[in-house]
């Protein structure tokens, strides 16, 4: 199955500092793994605990069919990872309203991988 991602949406890449070098294509940060390129996920739980997991599209370029975080994404030119969880909950989830949502740690994902992730709940 051919994938749906725009495969010319600009990611922010950076360097291992999270210091931004520049802006590359969605398939050449996917394809080549030296470009580290910022991405935000989103773990969202309720009162009881219970976590909101969302399965990927199969016409995802990456991990198609597999189970993730509730959402998740990448970082626009110009946009902080504040905004960027803000933006990708109300685009993925519909919740438009201010959530309490906090950083929990930077990391590269996968460990010692090409893509600054900062998951939030």
């Given at each position: 199955m051919e994938t749906t991602d725009n495969q010319d949406e600009l990611f922010v890449v950076v360097d291992k500092n999270d210091k931004v070098v520049g802006y590359r294509t969605r398939k050449e940060c996917h394809q080549n793994k030296t470009l580290i390129h910022r991405s935000v996920g989103m773990v969202i739980s309720n009162a009881k605990g219970e976590i909101l997991l969302q399965k990927r599209s199969?016409?995802?370029?990456?991990?198609?069919?597999?189970?993730?975080?509730?959402?998740?994404?990448?970082?626009?030119?110009?946009?902080?990872?504040?905004?960027?969880?803000?933006?990708?909950?109300?685009?993925?989830?519909?919740?438009?309203r201010k959530l309490n949502i906090?950083?929990?740690k930077r990391l590269s994902l996968p460990p010692g991988g090409k893509q600054n992730c900062t998951p939030f709940f």
């Open positions: 199969l016409t995802k370029d990456l991990y198609p069919g597999f189970y993730s975080s509730s959402c998740s994404g990448h970082l626009k030119k110009g946009e902080d990872y504040q905004k960027a969880a803000e933006r990708e909950i109300k685009e993925e989830l519909g919740v438009a906090k950083l929990l």
